[in-house]
Nanobody, 127 residues
Framework: QIQLRESGGASVQVGVGGSLRLSCEVS????????LGWFRQAPGKEREGIAS???????VYTPGTRGRFIISRDNVQNTLYLQISSLRPDDTAIYYC???????????????????WGQGTQVTVSS
């Protein structure tokens, strides 16, 4: 069973224009057949996909996120990352890493399509 653990604390506060990198340790996955992704959920809104990366290192970004958001991974450390730059107040949300045990349709960034979730990190962007 895939397990995900977001590190760096339950809550992060950053000023407008700043940047941060979220980390998620992943275990229990099939190295050759899996999909990892990042989602976020702002207050009163549905969970939305940001980006995904599959076991063949193919990347998909939700329209509007490419450029400020960068998904990457370290296969030695079994860690998934999300780099966010030029942070804005509307980036305030709980950020989740997610996984599913197959690479098929990895680019379909719909929360219900992902089976396993990290515990979430509250990111607050303040002016």
């Amino acid at each position: 069973q895939i397990q995900l653990r977001e590190s760096g604390g339950a809550s992060v506060q950053v000023g407008v224009g700043g940047s941060l990198r979220l980390s998620c340790e992943v275990s229990g996955y099939n190295y050759s057949n899996h999909c990892l992704g990042w989602f976020r959920q702002a207050p009163g809104k549905e969970r939305e996909g940001i980006a995904s990366i599959d076991s063949e290192d193919r990347l998909v970004y939700t329209p509007g996120t490419r450029g400020r958001f960068i998904i990457s991974r370290d296969n030695v450390q079994n860690t998934l990352y999300l780099q966010i730059s030029s942070l804005r107040p509307d980036d305030t949300a709980i950020y989740y890493c997610a996984a599913k045990p197959r690479l098929w349709a990895c680019g379909v960034l719909v929360a219900s399509r992902f089976n396993y979730w990290g515990q979430g990190t509250q990111v607050t962007v303040s002016s």
